[in-house]
């Protein structure tokens, strides 16, 4: 495969994951369009090998990311990407306890323990799951 450099390389990837035709992408970078068809089998094979990792082998990588990794969003949902045929299989459901954990409402300065029975303690108290 010819040399192209690493930003260019990075930057077919992300017009082929676009969803833009090989021939676009060729035409845009100025590269021959087998190098760009050969890239693209690349890619395809090394995420063909990641799909089947198990959690062991996914943890010695490090994401570049990492630090802003997030899986619940805003809104208290999770989002999660499945293959078909998976939604209910073990490994892809997650129990969620809504009671957990505590949280702060700022406009009566109590402190809200999350339990199901609604306890609260002042602030100058400790937050306490009663």
Not at 6 to 16: F, N, P, S, Y
Not at 76 to 104: K, P, T
């Amino acid at each position: 495969m010819p040399r192209i450099s690493e930003v260019d390389r990075h930057r077919a990837l992300g017009l082929l994951q676009a969803c833009l035709p090989i021939s676009e992408v060729s035409l845009r970078m100025n590269v021959n369009r087998t190098t760009i068809v050969r890239l693209r089998q690349r890619l395809h094979e090394t995420d063909t090998e990641h799909a089947a990792w198990d959690r062991i082998q996914w943890r010695s990588v490090v994401f570049s990311d990492e630090s802003r990794f997030c899986i619940d969003h805003a809104d208290g949902r999770v989002r999660v990407w499945r293959r078909s045929g998976e939604r209910y299989l073990a490994d892809c459901v997650r129990e969620h306890n809504r009671w957990s954990g505590a949280s702060f409402d700022g406009t009566s300065m109590c402190c809200c323990t999350g339990s199901p029975r609604g306890a609260h303690t002042s602030l100058a108290g400790a937050c306490l799951d009663l």
